[in-house]
């Protein structure tokens, strides 16, 4: 793997920063879910860039993926909260 590169994120690197997801929708099933990145780590592509990475729905079979990290609801708290009610 080249040094260009090393600073691109990763299932692990992911993992590890706790607040974001990797959110995953088929455009052709019309479909959402969230990827398991423990699995990716656990089937040895953990360090692997996520661009790199390619995806198929699991209910159609399409490779039709759009991939977009996010961060996870419990960091963003619930709407209309106050700073104070938190």
Not at 58 to 80: F, M, Q
Request: charged share 30%.
């Amino acid at each position: 793997m080249s040094d260009a590169h090393e600073d691109l994120p990763t299932a692990r690197t992911t993992l590890q920063a706790r607040y974001v997801e990797l959110s995953l929708h088929c455009r052709s099933g019309l479909r959402s879910r969230t990827a398991g990145l423990q699995a990716l780590i656990d089937d040895g592509r953990g360090d692997v860039p996520l661009i790199h990475l390619r995806f198929r729905g699991s209910y159609c079979g399409h490779r039709n993926i759009d991939a977009l990290v996010t961060p996870k609801e419990r960091v963003l708290g619930p709407a209309g909260a106050d700073d104070d009610d938190r």
